[in-house]
């Protein structure tokens, strides 16, 4: 006998499929970020790129050096990687420096540095005086003038270390969009009374980045 053959089922015009669909997923941006620090800098960005948010939107390739590199090395290695990446016909959409001013004594050439990056589309992240400052953030206004060792001090009085450099970053993610508050609100302070890097004490360009990282997101 010869076996019925099953007839196509006829979807109604207008009807819907229920049919899974293939999920379309957004396309990622991916970031390289040279940042200055040796410990610090780099795990609190290991953790911010494992947020869902950032995960989701941003691959972030975290390129670490020396802990006494200066910004101009730092700019001058991100363009080269720029320059590179434009003839390699490469994915990567963004290159940043992560460093600081630091204060009693202003990392050498660091308006020069600034300007450099800027004049070659290098994205910057900029702490006055020092990336523990944006740290403070987390916890508490900071809104007058302060070194970076009272900047670490208040830090580790903040989350509770023990040891300069030391921190626990994921118990800062809670608290970054505190932070990014924090220091969007000093940006504002400085513009109104006109105040330039590197008067600009304190500051951090921090929230940039979760801006960069953030808001497609959420």
């Not at 600081?100 to 070659?120: F, G, Q, T, Y």
């Amino acid at each position: 006998l010869r076996r019925k053959q099953k007839m196509p089922q006829l979807i109604p015009r207008g009807a819907r499929s229920l049919k899974r669909k293939t999920a379309v997923r957004v396309p990622r941006k991916t970031i390289l970020i040279f940042c200055e620090g040796s410990r610090t800098e780099p795990e609190y960005l290991n953790a911010l790129k494992k947020q869902r948010v950032v995960r989701d939107v941003a691959a972030v390739d975290l390129r670490v050096e020396p802990t006494h590199g200066v910004p101009m090395t730092l700019v001058s290695k991100a363009i080269k990687a720029r320059k590179q990446s434009t003839v390699e016909k490469g994915e990567i959409d963004e290159f940043w420096c992560v460093f600081d001013v630091e204060w009693p004594n202003n990392h050498p050439n660091l308006i020069a540095a600034i300007e450099l990056a800027r004049s070659n589309e290098i994205k910057l992240v900029v702490s006055n005086p020092c990336f523990e400052l944006w740290l403070v953030l987390h916890f508490q206004d900071q809104t007058g003038w302060i070194s970076t060792s009272d900047a670490d001090r208040i830090r580790r009085q903040c989350d509770g270390a023990v040891n300069k450099g030391i921190i626990d970053p994921n118990r800062y993610m809670t608290y970054r969009h505190e932070a990014r508050r924090r220091a969007e609100s000093l940006d504002l302070l400085h513009e109104n009374d006109g105040r330039l890097m590197p008067d600009n004490n304190p500051s951090s360009g921090m929230s940039r980045l979760l801006a960069t990282l953030e808001d497609h997101g959420e």
